[in-house]
Protein backbone atom coordinates (compact mmCIF):
# COMPACT_ATOMS: atom_id res chain seq x y z
CA UNK A 1 0.00 0.00 0.00
CA UNK A 2 2.42 2.11 0.91
CA UNK A 3 4.44 1.47 -2.66
CA UNK A 4 1.17 2.20 -4.70
CA UNK A 5 1.03 5.57 -2.04
CA UNK A 6 4.03 6.53 -3.09
CA UNK A 7 4.26 5.84 -7.04
CA UNK A 8 0.62 8.09 -7.20
CA UNK A 9 2.82 11.02 -5.41
CA UNK A 10 5.43 10.53 -7.87
CA UNK A 11 2.78 10.84 -10.89
CA UNK A 12 1.24 13.41 -9.59
CA UNK A 13 4.67 15.82 -9.77
CA UNK A 14 5.80 18.53 -11.59
CA UNK A 15 6.83 16.57 -15.54
CA UNK A 16 10.18 16.23 -16.01
CA UNK A 17 11.82 16.56 -19.30
CA UNK A 18 12.63 12.86 -20.69
CA UNK A 19 9.98 10.96 -17.87
CA UNK A 20 7.97 8.79 -19.41
CA UNK A 21 4.89 11.28 -18.59
CA UNK A 22 7.07 13.53 -21.44
CA UNK A 23 8.13 10.31 -23.53
CA UNK A 24 5.15 8.36 -23.48
CA UNK A 25 2.07 10.55 -24.75
CA UNK A 26 4.94 12.00 -27.72
CA UNK A 27 5.72 8.39 -29.22
CA UNK A 28 1.90 7.36 -28.66
CA UNK A 29 1.34 10.60 -30.68
CA UNK A 30 3.80 10.08 -33.10
CA UNK A 31 2.64 7.18 -34.20
CA UNK A 32 -1.29 7.89 -34.63
CA UNK A 33 -0.04 11.12 -36.89
CA UNK A 34 1.62 9.19 -38.98
CA UNK A 35 -1.15 6.22 -39.14
CA UNK A 36 -4.07 8.68 -39.37
CA UNK A 37 -2.21 10.96 -41.84
CA UNK A 38 -1.47 6.98 -44.33
CA UNK A 39 -5.51 6.31 -43.62
CA UNK A 40 -6.38 9.44 -44.39
CA UNK A 41 -4.35 9.91 -47.89
CA UNK A 42 -5.25 6.34 -49.06
CA UNK A 43 -8.67 5.53 -47.69
CA UNK A 44 -10.74 8.52 -47.21
CA UNK A 45 -12.00 10.76 -49.92
CA UNK A 46 -11.78 14.23 -50.13
CA UNK A 47 -14.84 15.05 -47.72
CA UNK A 48 -13.88 12.41 -45.62
CA UNK A 49 -10.43 13.84 -45.29
CA UNK A 50 -12.08 17.24 -43.74
CA UNK A 51 -14.53 15.98 -41.67
CA UNK A 52 -11.99 13.84 -39.79
CA UNK A 53 -9.36 16.72 -39.33
CA UNK A 54 -11.93 19.08 -38.69
CA UNK A 55 -13.83 17.08 -35.72
CA UNK A 56 -10.16 16.61 -34.49
CA UNK A 57 -9.66 20.35 -34.10
CA UNK A 58 -12.58 20.83 -32.51
CA UNK A 59 -12.10 18.44 -29.84
CA UNK A 60 -8.63 20.29 -29.29
CA UNK A 61 -10.52 23.74 -28.80
CA UNK A 62 -13.87 22.16 -26.81
CA UNK A 63 -10.52 20.48 -24.16
CA UNK A 64 -9.15 24.09 -23.86
CA UNK A 65 -13.00 25.58 -23.42
CA UNK A 66 -13.30 22.70 -20.81
CA UNK A 67 -10.35 23.12 -18.64
CA UNK A 68 -10.97 26.81 -18.40
CA UNK A 69 -14.63 26.59 -17.65
CA UNK A 70 -13.94 24.05 -15.08
CA UNK A 71 -11.27 25.85 -13.50
CA UNK A 72 -13.24 28.76 -13.50
CA UNK A 73 -16.04 27.28 -11.86
CA UNK A 74 -14.37 25.37 -9.39
CA UNK A 75 -10.68 26.40 -9.28
CA UNK A 76 -8.67 29.67 -8.13
CA UNK A 77 -9.22 31.28 -11.59
CA UNK A 78 -7.22 34.24 -11.70
CA UNK A 79 -7.17 36.29 -15.00
CA UNK A 80 -3.65 37.82 -14.26
CA UNK A 81 -2.47 33.73 -15.00
CA UNK A 82 -4.66 31.53 -16.39
CA UNK A 83 -6.48 33.07 -19.13
CA UNK A 84 -6.21 30.98 -22.24
CA UNK A 85 -3.95 33.87 -24.15
CA UNK A 86 -0.68 31.54 -24.69
CA UNK A 87 0.23 31.21 -28.03
CA UNK A 88 -0.53 27.61 -27.74
CA UNK A 89 -4.14 28.22 -26.03
CA UNK A 90 -4.78 30.70 -29.22
CA UNK A 91 -3.80 28.37 -31.77
CA UNK A 92 -5.59 25.74 -30.18
CA UNK A 93 -9.33 28.06 -30.46
CA UNK A 94 -8.32 28.99 -34.03
CA UNK A 95 -7.32 25.54 -35.33
CA UNK A 96 -10.60 24.74 -36.31
CA UNK A 97 -11.47 27.60 -38.07
CA UNK A 98 -8.63 27.17 -39.99
CA UNK A 99 -9.91 23.42 -40.52
CA UNK A 100 -12.90 24.34 -41.73
CA UNK A 101 -11.83 26.98 -43.77
CA UNK A 102 -8.41 25.86 -44.95
CA UNK A 103 -7.71 29.28 -45.50
CA UNK A 104 -3.92 29.60 -47.23
CA UNK A 105 -3.00 32.87 -45.70
CA UNK A 106 -3.96 30.73 -42.31
CA UNK A 107 -2.01 27.80 -42.90
CA UNK A 108 1.02 29.90 -43.55
CA UNK A 109 0.90 32.25 -40.19
CA UNK A 110 -0.16 28.33 -38.18
CA UNK A 111 2.98 26.47 -39.68
CA UNK A 112 5.51 28.47 -38.59
CA UNK A 113 3.99 29.13 -34.98
CA UNK A 114 2.97 25.82 -34.54
CA UNK A 115 6.83 24.02 -35.81
CA UNK A 116 8.71 26.89 -33.97
CA UNK A 117 6.45 27.83 -30.84
CA UNK A 118 4.73 24.17 -29.74
CA UNK A 119 7.05 22.01 -30.60
CA UNK A 120 9.24 23.66 -28.56
CA UNK A 121 6.71 22.92 -25.52
CA UNK A 122 6.57 19.57 -26.75
CA UNK A 123 10.48 19.34 -25.97
CA UNK A 124 10.49 21.49 -22.75
CA UNK A 125 7.00 20.83 -21.59
CA UNK A 126 5.91 23.24 -18.60
CA UNK A 127 3.47 21.11 -16.16
CA UNK A 128 3.18 22.13 -13.05
CA UNK A 129 1.10 18.87 -11.86
CA UNK A 130 1.92 15.22 -14.15
CA UNK A 131 -0.24 12.47 -14.76
CA UNK A 132 -3.55 11.74 -14.24
CA UNK A 133 -4.57 15.87 -13.49
CA UNK A 134 -6.55 17.72 -16.32
CA UNK A 135 -4.27 20.30 -16.93
CA UNK A 136 -1.66 17.17 -18.21
CA UNK A 137 -4.20 15.97 -20.57
CA UNK A 138 -5.11 19.86 -21.77
CA UNK A 139 -1.28 20.12 -22.20
CA UNK A 140 -0.75 17.49 -24.36
CA UNK A 141 -4.43 17.60 -26.46
CA UNK A 142 -3.08 21.06 -27.27
CA UNK A 143 0.72 21.13 -28.31
CA UNK A 144 0.70 17.99 -29.54
CA UNK A 145 -2.73 18.29 -31.45
CA UNK A 146 -2.18 21.64 -33.17
CA UNK A 147 0.95 19.24 -34.64
CA UNK A 148 -1.14 16.81 -35.72
CA UNK A 149 -3.14 19.30 -37.79
CA UNK A 150 -0.69 21.12 -39.70
CA UNK A 151 1.45 17.75 -40.33
CA UNK A 152 -2.25 16.77 -42.07
CA UNK A 153 -2.47 19.97 -43.82
CA UNK A 154 0.92 19.02 -45.17
CA UNK A 155 0.43 16.04 -46.15
CA UNK A 156 -2.78 15.48 -46.97
CA UNK A 157 -4.23 18.57 -48.12
CA UNK A 158 -0.79 18.98 -49.45
CA UNK A 159 0.05 22.70 -48.18
CA UNK A 160 3.37 24.47 -48.66
CA UNK A 161 4.55 27.62 -47.32
CA UNK A 162 6.27 30.55 -49.77
CA UNK A 163 9.26 32.35 -49.31
CA UNK A 164 6.77 35.23 -48.06
CA UNK A 165 5.13 33.01 -45.95
CA UNK A 166 8.29 33.76 -43.45
CA UNK A 167 7.37 37.39 -43.12
CA UNK A 168 3.87 37.10 -42.97
CA UNK A 169 3.76 34.57 -39.91
CA UNK A 170 6.82 37.13 -38.26
CA UNK A 171 4.92 39.90 -37.90
CA UNK A 172 1.75 38.44 -37.24
CA UNK A 173 3.84 37.52 -34.36
CA UNK A 174 4.67 40.62 -34.02
CA UNK A 175 1.00 42.02 -33.57
CA UNK A 176 0.62 39.10 -31.00
CA UNK A 177 3.55 40.10 -28.95
CA UNK A 178 2.34 43.80 -28.73
CA UNK A 179 -1.38 43.00 -27.79
CA UNK A 180 0.66 40.68 -25.23
CA UNK A 181 2.04 43.42 -23.81
CA UNK A 182 -0.63 45.80 -23.92
CA UNK A 183 -2.45 42.75 -22.03
CA UNK A 184 0.37 41.79 -19.55
CA UNK A 185 0.86 46.17 -18.65
CA UNK A 186 -3.24 46.40 -18.13
CA UNK A 187 -3.39 43.15 -15.66
CA UNK A 188 -0.02 43.09 -14.55
CA UNK A 189 0.59 39.79 -15.80
CA UNK A 190 2.91 37.52 -17.85
CA UNK A 191 1.36 36.36 -20.91
CA UNK A 192 3.93 34.88 -23.46
CA UNK A 193 6.81 34.81 -20.78
CA UNK A 194 7.27 38.54 -21.95
CA UNK A 195 7.77 39.70 -18.29
CA UNK A 196 9.76 36.80 -16.78
CA UNK A 197 10.84 33.21 -18.00
CA UNK A 198 8.93 30.34 -17.35
CA UNK A 199 9.96 27.67 -13.84
CA UNK A 200 9.91 25.27 -16.03
CA UNK A 201 13.21 24.08 -17.97
CA UNK A 202 13.04 25.92 -21.39
CA UNK A 203 15.40 27.08 -24.25
CA UNK A 204 14.63 30.47 -23.11
CA UNK A 205 17.03 29.88 -19.99
CA UNK A 206 19.76 29.85 -22.64
CA UNK A 207 18.89 33.72 -23.41
CA UNK A 208 19.31 35.35 -20.21
CA UNK A 209 17.52 37.01 -18.16
CA UNK A 210 15.50 39.86 -18.70
CA UNK A 211 14.62 41.82 -20.86
CA UNK A 212 17.67 40.14 -22.57
CA UNK A 213 16.13 36.78 -23.74
CA UNK A 214 13.02 38.68 -25.42
CA UNK A 215 15.57 40.68 -27.55
CA UNK A 216 17.84 37.32 -28.17
CA UNK A 217 14.43 35.59 -29.30
CA UNK A 218 13.45 38.72 -31.70
CA UNK A 219 17.09 38.61 -33.40
CA UNK A 220 17.22 34.84 -33.96
CA UNK A 221 13.27 34.58 -34.85
CA UNK A 222 13.63 34.96 -38.35
CA UNK A 223 16.65 32.68 -38.93
CA UNK A 224 14.80 30.08 -37.56
CA UNK A 225 11.73 30.69 -39.61
CA UNK A 226 13.72 30.21 -42.53
CA UNK A 227 15.15 26.81 -40.63
CA UNK A 228 11.90 25.17 -40.48
CA UNK A 229 10.99 26.66 -44.27
CA UNK A 230 14.40 25.30 -45.70
CA UNK A 231 12.79 21.39 -46.11
CA UNK A 232 10.13 23.00 -47.74
CA UNK A 233 12.43 25.04 -50.22
CA UNK A 234 15.01 21.90 -50.79
CA UNK A 235 11.41 19.64 -51.67
CA UNK A 236 10.42 22.19 -53.97
CA UNK A 237 13.68 22.81 -55.69
CA UNK A 238 14.10 19.08 -56.17
CA UNK A 239 10.39 19.33 -57.70
CA UNK A 240 11.39 21.63 -60.18
CA UNK A 241 14.85 19.97 -61.19
CA UNK A 242 13.05 16.99 -61.87
CA UNK A 243 10.46 18.31 -63.67
CA UNK A 244 13.27 20.40 -66.03
CA UNK A 245 14.90 16.94 -66.37
CA UNK A 246 11.89 14.88 -67.44
CA UNK A 247 12.41 12.82 -64.17
Known sequence: MHFNLFIFIELQARVTIGSLQHIIPVVLVALFTVFFIRYA??????????????YLACSISLTVFVFHLYYFLFGDYSIVTDL???????????????????????????????????????????????????????FWAVHLGVLIVIFYAIFVFQMRPKLSSVFKSYFALQAYVFVMILINYALKSNYFYLIEKPQAASLLDYFGDWPYYIIVVQIILIPYFFLIYLPFYLANKKKREQALFGE
Not at 41 to 54: A, R, V
Request: net charge positive; with cysteine.
Open 84 to 138: PLYLCSLMAFFIPFFTYYRKYWMFEILLFWVIGGTLQGVITPDIAIGFPSFDYFR
Open 41 to 54: KHKLNESQQIKYIH
